[in-house]
């Protein structure tokens, strides 16, 4: 059975940084591709970034590229979320999730296994 277990959430001030983390269980994860995913209040579940099985291709959405980077480290099964210049806009539950290949979607139906989420706050 897959575990997906984030960390690293918090309570921040506009502009400032946080990194996620998201450890998994389970064999294979170097197989995977796997994503974030964030949800506000009242709103439904969004694309945040995905990376590639082996970390050699990432995408992001439109309102983090070029301040979220993803990142992934298979040897200790952890993908990485780094979120710089954080805004108001960003608050959310963050969640991470595997795909159902080693490729990298924004789409929520091309991810199978999900994280309980860690919650993200940005104070302006």
């Known amino acids: 059975q897959v575990q997906l277990v984030e960390s690293g959430g918090g309570l921040v001030q506009a502009g400032g940084s946080l990194r996620l983390s998201c450890a998994a269980s389970?064999?294979?994860?170097?197989?995977?591709?796997m994503g974030w995913f964030r949800q506000a209040p009242g709103k439904v579940r969004e694309f945040v970034a995905s990376i590639t099985w082996s970390g050699g291709s990432t995408t992001y959405a439109d309102s983090v590229k070029d301040r979220f980077t993803i990142s992934r480290d298979n040897a200790k099964n952890t993908v990485y979320l780094q979120m710089n210049s954080l805004k108001p806009e960003d608050t959310a539950v963050y969640y991470c999730?595997?795909?159902?290949?080693?490729?990298?979607?924004?789409?929520?139906?091309?991810?199978?296994?999900w994280g309980q989420g860690t919650q993200v706050t940005v104070s302006s």
């Open positions: 999730a595997r795909g159902r290949s080693g490729n990298s979607w924004p789409e929520l139906k091309q991810y199978d296994y």
């Open positions: 389970g064999r294979s994860f170097s197989s995977y591709g």
